[in-house]
């Protein structure tokens, strides 16, 4: 076993503050990875405010990891010391049922194991993220991170890469296609980014006028101000695929007005109700579909990387030192960031 350290929150109202916990020894098919970047997700604020129920405490979160293999077990053949590695949202499944059969571990039906505030399937101990200086995993779930990538700004496609990468690639999404990214964030600006590469005409969806420069510069080919009903009718009926990436609940009726006939709305960002509810009239006309994705299995995951690697691309970042982060977290919560916060660790050493 090995001493980490590493920030966590000790309740739904606490600050993140030091802390150190046992990593478990590193077994025959584990890499042990010195964390050199963490990216800060809006989920880690919604996990450690135990939003979505089921918060476990102390919890150290982060699932944006980038770092450095220090030590392998016996049998590992994906990695060596020394190389590049990064860990994104989750750390195990079940590895037998039909979803991680088909790489998809992401949807296991046991479950796939979080890599924090979930349950080690090694130990039964509660699974701490990457606000630490290094973590334990299994092979199946690194994936080897290109050293052309500019570290600190690649460890955010851990999540929000992936994410958007995935149904993008899903809906085979490319060349002579009209899509719609909804929402410019920290997701939405990799959708744009992945999009363009991917060969599609990119139209930025936004409430927010002031964002049109700014979607130009990732890559949009046009901006849609979706508060502009001028402008929503000229785009009604013509996009083949929407990304939405809005993190909470809104009206999607809208939107379901810009798809073709036949063509998909996908939600990667909201997790709650969505208010109003969508209406049956605006899937109906049009047999048009809404649906959802989350993350990427493992294969997809190492597939999105050396994309990134090809085609040069990364997150935007702001990075931080580790005891900056409860500012950070303020100012994500603001929408303050443009568009990943992230975390130099080795700040945790000072």
Known sequence: MSLAKAYAAHSTTAPLVPFTFERRAVAAGDVRIEILYSGICHSDLHQARDDWGGAKYPMVPGHEIIGKVVEVGAEVTKLKVGDFAGVGCMVDSC?????????????????????????????GEPTQGGYSDHIVVEQRFVVKVSETLDLKAAAPLLCAGITTYSPLKHFKVGPGQKVGVIGLGGLGHMGVKFAKALGAHVVMITTT??????????????VLVSRDPEQMKAHAGSFDFLLNTIPVGHDTNPYMGLLKRDATMCLVGVLTELDPPLTGVSVIFGRKHLTGSAIGGMAETQEMMDFCAEHGIVSDVEVINIQDVNEAWERMAKNDVRYRFVIDMASIKG
Request: hydrophobic fraction near 20%; aromatic fraction near 6%; glycine fraction near 10%.
């Open 209 to 222: 006028p002031e964002k049109g420069a700014d979607a130009t510069r990732l890559g949009a080919d046009e």
């Open 95 to 123: 590895r037998h049922c039909e979803a991680c059969n088909a790489d998809l571990e992401q949807y296991c039906a046991e479950g796939s194991t979080f890599t924090y505030n979930g349950t080690d399937r090694h130990t």
